[in-house]
Nanobody, 114 residues
């Protein structure tokens, strides 16, 4: 059973920053990333990074987020800057193995409001 522990969500004012971190209970995931889901909307990709590969960012987030992986800690971090109210959502960590199995974190709430 894979466990994903997410941290870093919360309330931030417009223009502020947050850092989300997801730690996996085991190694060797090919792809690690973050998705988000706002009320009434479908879950969408924010950013992902394959093992030893280049990051992929959603167009709406380019220039405002940076994803990174710590292979020693089996973790993935999402640094988000210049957050806006439209970024309010539950953010989910996702990891995928090279064999295709996918696992989700429990989600962490990000609220951008003045």
């Amino acid at each position: 059973q894979v466990q994903l522990v997410e941290s870093g969500g919360g309330l931030v004012q417009p223009g502020g920053s947050l850092r989300l971190t997801c730690a996996a209970s085991r190694t060797s995931f090919y792809l690690m990333g973050w998705y988000r889901q706002a009320p009434g909307s479908q879950r969408e990709l924010v950013a992902s990074m394959p093992r030893n590969g280049e990051a992929n960012y959603a167009d709406s987030m380019k220039g405002r987020v940076t994803i990174s992986r710590d292979y020693y800690k089996n973790s993935v971090t999402l640094q988000m800057n210049n957050l806006q109210p439209k970024d309010t959502a539950v953010y989910y960590c996702n990891v995928q193995s090279a064999f295709g199995d996918s696992h989700w974190g429990q989600g962490t709430q990000v609220t951008v409001s003045s």
